[in-house]
């Protein structure tokens, strides 16, 4: 996935915010994976065969495996001058603690003869060369480069070094690179700052990943550089102080600082910022969860996060805002204010009422503004999209035309493009997506249903970063459906029974993670959650009376997770908000019978931080209801003849 999507502006910068850990899985980002000559990856080509390398250790069996060639035609040459025998006669291994003196350079060669120290038409398969400040491995078309100070140049010295035996004092190593057919991963190392960068000249690609502070390690064991190399993270005592953090994908850039008092995000155009008492000492473990997507587990914050805001970089305006927004002592896994595990990265983001939770970006928001739209469509199939101007009044665009074998089963960004699109199926079973771009919609043909199911509900529920929808069939098993390539994937996450009804999807929970709320006829409500297995985990968060029935689920409260909205057969509206796993419910108003609630959104977008519900009374008038200070206020934005219905 790009660094920046494929929207643009704000909209794109929340999007990214949800996906956040897509800039971290760049290949080799944090590890050289080594090439395989036959099989065999270049360390264990020159070691054992089996499990770890052992380094420069040679014996007639491991090079028998390694060449379909006969092993009497394989030779080592150290120093330009080779062993008096051919391998297999020496009757064991050969090993550089069998060489005296400074080692410059080994050469391995397969066929050919051997004569007076020299290899007569064979081919040189390895070649490593040694000197104070570089060792160099070459396989084939694929070198790996260690550059330094100090670098041990004694046969006993480079053994241990290459095996993660050597007990010399640490060594100074600036770089460490592997330039494998063409693709070259740097790994760059001084006392401020450590580089991953992955340069694929054939593809034309690059990616940087690079970490700036003070007190990186340089010295480094041979165990310490050994983890590098293979992806294992950073292998030091004590701690180092983090400062920031730069990506460049292939010229898109986003860039972390950090302080013991702010931290700060930029992705293009847009910077979040928080204030308060933050980590930015890390030991190895804590930095190795940061990087490689793990559970920074101990770190937390030292005090509370007095204030997050959101800002555009060329303007220097205010996007969002909020205070008072985190407690202290909160641990960083509950926060995922790390750069891993799947969705819930930066989930705080959620809390902190800058990301609608149930999916990318703000919902119903079709065209990149950063603010929800609605959809509505009139008899004669004309799709139009109204956007809601100063929160008092609607623009409105006709986007395509259906014709009536289409229904319309809920909106997102299926494809994680950051574009929001909406899901339609007609009477033969084709599924498609629309999305709408420069004022037409471009459909694309998904899947195809047969008539046994039906659609559920619409949200991120596989926790990757971007919609699925949710289907059950008349036997009851629940399915997530996920665009996968242009095309649906289907996942089983479980079965309910006829007494159960889906009444709303969203992170109700408020952990990040989108579920569906269901009721069965006993009035029972759960939140069902697609847990590690994908299989659904489920919590009761109430129960309710026969009098009171959903009508939407929003942000209504402005607290970072889905509420849901809920009125009586008198009237009465209310907001249940899940606290502590039981839902707590708020009378926000009173509605006469000719109303009707027909959708919710972030309307106001920037200036927002919680969404509105939409209702329509008998005559058309349609007006948003926002609850402020624990009562609906409403405002008229638009009125519509009786040919036209909504569809969010």
């Known amino acids: 996935m790009p660094l920046v999507t494929t929207g643009s502006g704000y909209a794109a910068f929340k999007t990214y915010l949800g996906t956040l850990p897509s800039l971290f899985t760049a290949p080799d980002s944090l590890g050289l994976v080594l090439p395989t000559i036959n099989g065999q990856s270049i360390k264990s080509y020159i070691g054992t065969s089996g499990g770890a390398p052992t380094a420069l250790q040679l014996s007639s069996t491991e090079i028998a495996a390694k060449y379909a060639n006969s092993p009497n035609n394989v030779y080592l040459l150290i120093n330009g001058s080779g062993l008096s025998l051919p391998l297999t006669s020496v009757g064991g291994t050969v090993t550089l603690s069998d060489v005296s003196g400074t080692v410059t350079s080994m050469q391995l060669y397969s066929g050919g003869t051997f004569s007076a120290g020299a290899v007569t038409g064979g081919t040189e398969v390895a070649s490593l060369t040694f000197s104070a400040t570089q060792y160099q491995l070459t396989v084939g078309s694929s070198i790996l480069t260690f550059t330094g100070t100090a670098l041990p140049t004694t046969a006993s010295g480079i053994e241990g070094l290459l095996n993660g035996s050597y007990a010399g004092p640490p060594i100074s190593v600036s770089q460490i690179q592997l330039n494998d057919n063409g693709r070259v991963v740097t790994v760059a190392l001084s006392a401020t700052s450590l580089s991953f960068t992955v340069a694929d000249s054939a593809l034309s690609t690059t990616y940087s990943l690079t970490l700036t502070g003070s007190s990186f390690p340089t010295s480094l064991t041979a165990t310490q550089i050994d983890a590098l190399v293979n992806g294992q993270g950073f292998s030091f005592a004590g701690s180092l102080a983090l400062s920031g953090l730069q990506i460049n994908d292939n010229g898109q850039t986003a860039a972390i600082t950090l302080s013991a008092t702010a931290f700060t995000l930029t992705i293009g155009d847009y910077k979040l910022t928080l204030t308060g008492t933050l980590p930015s000492v890390f030991t190895a473990a804590q930095l190795n969860a940061l990087l490689l997507g793990g559970d920074p587990g101990s770190v937390g914050l030292g005090g509370d996060v007095t204030s997050a805001v959101v800002t555009q970089v060329s303007t220097g305006q205010t996007v969002e805002s909020a205070t008072s927004v985190i407690a202290g002592g909160t641990p960083l896994s509950d926060l995922a204010l790390h750069l891993g595990q799947g969705a819930s990265a930066f989930h705080v983001i959620n809390k902190l009422m800058l990301v609608v939770a149930d999916g990318p970006g703000v919902p119903f928001d079709f065209n990149g503004d950063g603010k929800s739209d609605i959809l509505i469509e009139n008899t004669a199939g004309a799709v139009v999209v109204g956007e809601v101007n100063n929160g008092n009044s609607i623009a409105f665009t006709t986007v395509s035309g259906l014709g009536p074998e289409w229904t319309f089963h809920g909106n997102g960004d299926f494809f994680g493009d950051g574009n929001a699109g909406f899901l339609i199926e007609n009477t033969a079973g084709a599924v498609a997506i629309g999305e709408v771009s420069g004022g037409s919609t471009t459909y694309t043909v998904i899947a195809g249903l047969g008539p046994e199911w039906s659609f559920r509900g619409t949200g991120d529920y596989l926790n990757d970063g971007k919609t699925d929808f949710l289907i059950e069939n008349t036997a009851g098993a629940v399915v997530v459906g996920e665009v996968v390539n242009g095309q649906a994937n289907y996942t089983v996450v479980a079965g309910l029974g006829p007494e159960w009804k889906f009444v709303g999807s969203g992170d109700y929970l408020g952990d990040g993670y989108a579920g569906f709320l269901i009721e069965n006829t006993a009035g029972a409500v759960f939140v069902g959650q697609v847990g590690a297995n994908n299989q659904v985990n489920y919590t009761q968060v109430g129960a309710l009376g026969p009098e ?26 209310a907001v249940g908000e899940v606290i502590n796993g039981q839902a707590n419910y708020t009378v926000v108003g009173g509605l006469g019978p000719e109303w009707s609630f027909v959708g919710s959104g972030d309307f106001n977008g920037a200036t927002s ?24 206020q409403y405002t008229q934005i638009t009125a519509l003849g009786p040919e036209w219905k909504f569809h969010g």
Request: negative net charge.
């Open 609 to 632: 931080g919680k969404e509105s519900f939409v209702i329509e009374n008998t005559a058309g008038a349609v007006f948003t209801g926002t609850v402020v200070g624990g009562v609906a």
């Open 548 to 573: 009171w029935k959903f009508v939407g689920s929003g942000d209504y409260l402005g607290d970072g997770h889905k509420d849901f909205l809920i009125e009586n057969t008198a009237g009465e509206i």
